[in-house]
């Protein structure tokens, strides 16, 4: 049976991880078993996290639609709800913006909801 040398392999596998981990503090980027837990442990966040910055952001729209639409005097909800009522497809994302680049056109859109 022939002799099988895993140097390559081996130092390829290290040389991903320890390139995953450049930036990081202390040991964590110097040292492989450090490293490893780290960047398993930051690969873990990053996969919670790209869910969690959905949530944040439509909050963010929420947040932003509700203050110009006080400004308005209407409230966010009834808003939304004359939205759908009126079939203006806009979603927060987009009224968001208006809300804080664009107020003419927000207020525009705000009337026609109160009419």
Do not use: P
Not at 12 to 29: F, H, P, Y
Not at 76 to 89: D, N
């Amino acid at each position: 049976m022939s002799r099988v040398k895993h140097a390559v392999a081996a130092k390829r596998r290290k040389k991903r991880v320890m390139k995953l981990a450049e930036g990081q503090w202390g040991g964590r980027s110097r040292f492989h078993k450090r490293a490893m837990e780290s960047v398993a442990k930051g690969m873990m966040y990053a996969t919670r996290d790209r869910k969690a910055r959905k949530r944040d952001f439509r909050s963010l729209w929420i947040v932003r639609i509700n203050a110009a639409c006080r400004e308005n005097g209407i409230s966010y909800s009834r808003f939304m709800q004359g939205l759908k009522k009126i079939k203006v497809l806009i979603d927060r994302k987009i009224l968001a913006e208006l809300a804080v680049s664009d107020k003419k056109a927000f207020t525009k859109l705000v009337e026609t909801v109160k009419a």
